[in-house]
């Protein structure tokens, strides 16, 4: 059977012949548009202009403009942007960025505020008397509070942050290192532990997710990292337990830095002593203890709050170990001040 070409209705074998021909120089031949380098020079140096005019305008010395990237640049001016909005030019909130220099030096240290999302919102300028850091290279490590946070806590500190806003007014406390500077850490051999305690407030009324931030007080805490070392023995106390955390015995310094007789805590659990906001980290802590590898395995440090024979709370740096060929938990805890 022989099909004819529609147009010329011959054999279809010659259609090809017949239909019109697309110009190859046509629009699907012809090459996209692409700018010059010039055009793409004039715009980088237009951005970089702005961004020059935007660094004049940082309330930071002229010495601290001139380290300054773009990327650095951009991130400080978001920060006092975020700040601008929470505390506006003609608020008299004593919380805010206005706070004087007499003000903040009878602090014990420094000031915090975040959004609900964890942004910085706020950095006292005297921060650098407890990480060693100005607010302009404390800004350098980013915009959030995790990234000037120690790692291992960012879960927990996430957990701590949505408690806190979803009971506004609700105090939370965290301890975690710091980033600090290079002189700091060759000086005390390692970042600081700074404890973190504060709430989500609102700062206008009607009260508005944007009017809403979480203002914190930074209180340096002492933070010796050798747990070994002789020289601080006075500061700590060792316990053992059972694989459940039950008390089988305990040093006797534990009564100065707790208030309690050995007696008292053998055969009570460990978990009768925390804090009830710090219980799912003992025992994350507690079932690394029980997964780990090896009769006589450890685990990294926890910080956890105990409760005192006098009803106060006291702050505790516990290592954890396995021992007696995996049948006890040995903990050694450093008492933070």
């Known amino acids: 059977m022989t099909i ?13 012949s017949c239909l019109p021909r697309r110009d190859k120089q046509g629009p699907a031949a012809s090459k996209p548009f692409r700018s010059t380098k010039s055009a793409s020079k004039a715009r980088r140096d237009q951005i ?11 309330p930071i010395s002229t010495q601290e403009k001139e380290r300054l990237s773009y990327l650095h640049t951009m ?26 220099v007499e003000l903040l030096s009878l602090l014990p240290g420094f000031l ?28 350098a490590q980013g915009d959030m509070v995790f990234d000037i946070l120690d790692g291992r806590v960012h879960e927990e500190v996430r957990k701590k942050l949505l408690l806190a806003q979803e009971e506004p007014g609700r105090e939370v406390t965290f301890v975690s290192e710091m980033r600090t ?6 000086q005390h051999g390692g970042n600081r532990a700074v404890a973190v305690c504060g709430r989500f407030t609102a700062l206008h009324w009607p009260a508005s997710p944007s009017s809403t931030a979480f203002l914190a007080l930074c209180t340096p805490v002492a933070w010796l990292p050798a747990d070994s070392n002789t020289s601080f023995q006075d500061d700590l106390f060792q316990s053992t337990h059972i694989l459940d955390m039950t008390f089988t015995d305990v040093t006797e310094s534990v009564t100065y830095h707790l208030g309690y007789h050995r007696e008292e805590l053998i ?44 009803r106060t709370w006291a702050w505790l740096r516990v290592a954890a170990r396995r021992d007696g060929g995996g049948r006890f938990i040995t903990c050694t805890s450093r008492c933070l001040r």
Not at 4 to 16: D, I, K, N, T, V
Not at 117 to 138: P, T
Not at 181 to 186: D, I, V, Y
């Open 4 to 16: 004819f070409c529609s147009h010329c209705h011959r054999p279809l074998q010659a259609e090809m």
């Open 112 to 139: 915090l505020v975040l959004l609900a999302n964890g942004k910085l919102a706020y950095i006292s300028e005297n921060v650098d008397q407890v990480l060693g850091l100005s607010v302009v290279e404390l800004l």
């Open 181 to 186: 500077s290079k002189a700091f850490r060759l």
């Open 75 to 100: 991130a400080l001016v978001c920060l006092w942007l975020r700040g601008a909005q929470l505390f506006p030019p003609d608020s008299a909130s004593p919380e805010g960025p206005a706070l004087g």
């Open 267 to 310: 055969g009570q659990s460990w978990y009768s002593l925390l804090h009830p906001e710090d219980a799912d980290l003992a025992a994350a802590q507690h079932r690394a203890v029980g997964e780990s590898l090896g009769a006589e395995a450890a685990v990294g440090p926890a910080v956890l709050r105990v409760l005192r024979a006098d």
């Open 48 to 58: 970089n202009a702005e961004l020059r005019v935007l660094r004049s305008l940082l």
